[in-house]
């Protein structure tokens, strides 16, 4: 009977460079869900600036004639406004239970739009902190991606075994004291460490 061929053992620079690879699509995934959290805080500061406009003009005349009806115009914006904050703050239930103004019939009282608009902005204000800590946990990520990127790279091109802090301040990258063994003043980066972590870890979160 022919022998079966023996698979090639896997080697740990075969394995570290798997997970360069791995990192390196993380990274892109990273940057990717950096930018739309940009775009999203951008598209929360222009929603807070057209609903702060619309609600000191809409309060104005609702101080006047608070039963009188807004226009068709003003319905249609509000309502774009509406919108555009439920999709944005999809996990806010008390934003999801902000409906449109049906456009038939009477159009909405003076009261009733500047109620709609002040929990609109309510809504919005909440947003804020959600998207800047999700923001700053993928500047943190990414960080440690490029830094883990950095550690694997010197392995695997130069064969660095012991990579030092000083070697990651050349290349403009940092890691936690969690990545790092040995004693104060000789610190080099664990690869145990890094052979052991999930670099879908990375994502979560975010």
């Known amino acids: 009977m022919p022998q079966r061929k023996s698979k090639p053992r896997t080697t740990k620079k075969d394995r570290r460079t798997e997970r360069h690879a791995d990192l390196t699509a993380c990274r892109e995934r990273l940057h990717e869900r950096a930018e739309t959290i940009r775009m999203d805080q951008q598209r929360a500061e222009m929603l807070t600036s057209v609903a702060n406009g619309l609600y000191t003009e809409l309060e104005k005349l609702s101080k006047k004639a608070p039963v009188d009806q807004a226009t068709d115009l003003v319905v249609e914006h509000v309502n774009d406004v509406v919108a555009d904050v439920r999709a944005l703050i999809p996990d806010d239930a008390y934003v999801q239970r902000i409906n449109p103004f049906v456009p038939a019939g009477d159009n909405p009282e003076h009261r009733d739009v500047v109620l709609v608009l ?7 204000g909440r947003c804020v902190k959600p998207l800047s800590d999700r923001a700053n946990l993928a500047a943190e ?4 991606t490029d830094a883990l990127i950095v550690v694997l790279e010197l392995y695997i091109e130069h064969g660095e075994t012991r990579v030092t802090e000083d070697s990651l301040k050349v290349n403009k990258v940092t890691l936690p004291s969690g990545w790092l063994t040995g004693a104060y003043g000789d610190k080099i980066v664990s690869l145990d460490r890094v052979d052991s972590f999930e670099p879908s870890q990375l994502l979560e979160g975010i």
């Open 118 to 124: 002040q929990q609109l902005l309510q809504g919005l």
């Open 141 to 144: 990520r990414i960080g440690l």
